[in-house]
């Protein structure tokens, strides 16, 4: 049995005094929390902000409250470094109405002379024969097939300065459009023979007449017959014996 604090013995606690005292002390908290809230948010002394102060400054980002993510995006923005335009490319224009240019001892030189006279003989070639899909070397080719039949390939790319590999694979095309054929020869069968086809035949007609009516008329024409033929004992001087 309990005993109270004067030593008589405590009379034991009802159940509505347990429920009223609980009640008491409940109201008691919730003032004392209450007034602590009160405290809080009206004495500076204590350093601290109060809640709504707070509230406003997670908003606006100062203060050391937290930023808000429009915040936090404009921020990074502003330190990311800024993007480099991309490099326009600088054209040069030539200068109109500028003076030619000096070639000085080139125009001395005969191989430069030669070269650039054969640039422009083959241009004026390719156009002529536009139409028949043919080359210079190839042209050269069945010209000297039609006049030389059944010689070798050998034979006839050391008559024309053409290298074996650059050789073979011309004849790869002319022999693929039919124009010409490769025969195992009967004296040498590790050598091939070159004969023309019909087709290879219609197509050289056809190459010539266009060749010496526009192409060759035209040289002749600017050199004249006298020139014309002292320039081909030179060049065929300097292709035999230089």
Not at 158 to 178: K, S
Request: include cysteine; charge should be positive; proline fraction near 4%.
């Amino acid at each position: 049995m309990s005993h109270s604090n004067d030593g008589q013995p405590a009379q034991k606690e009802t159940a509505t005094e347990k429920s009223s005292r609980k009640e008491r002390y409940t109201a008691t908290q919730a003032r004392d929390s209450g007034t602590r809230k009160a405290q809080e948010r009206t004495n500076p002394a204590r350093g601290e902000t109060s809640k709504p102060a707070r509230r406003k400054n997670l908003g606006d980002g100062k203060f050391g409250g937290a930023v808000s993510r429009t915040a936090v995006k404009k921020t990074a923005a502003a330190k990311a470094p800024p993007v480099k335009a991309k490099a326009k490319t600088k054209t040069i224009k030539p200068v109109v109405g500028s003076d030619p240019i000096e070639l000085g001892e080139l125009s001395e030189l005969l191989g430069y002379s030669l070269k650039r006279a054969q640039l422009r003989v083959f241009d004026d070639f390719l156009r002529c024969v536009s139409s028949l899909h043919l080359t210079p070397a190839q042209f050269s080719v069945l010209l000297l097939l039609d006049n030389n039949p059944g010689r070798n390939q050998t034979e006839i790319a050391n008559t024309l300065g053409i290298q074996r590999p650059n050789f073979v694979a011309m004849l790869d095309v002319l022999e693929g459009r039919g124009l010409c054929q490769r025969t195992r020869s009967q004296n040498d069968r590790r050598s091939h023979v070159l004969l023309l086809t019909d087709s290879g035949r219609e197509i050289l007609a056809k190459a010539k007449k266009i060749v010496a009516d526009k192409h060759e008329a035209r040289l002749s024409e600017l050199l004249g017959s006298g020139d014309r033929a002292a320039l081909l004992r030179m060049l065929a001087m300097i292709a035999r014996e230089f």
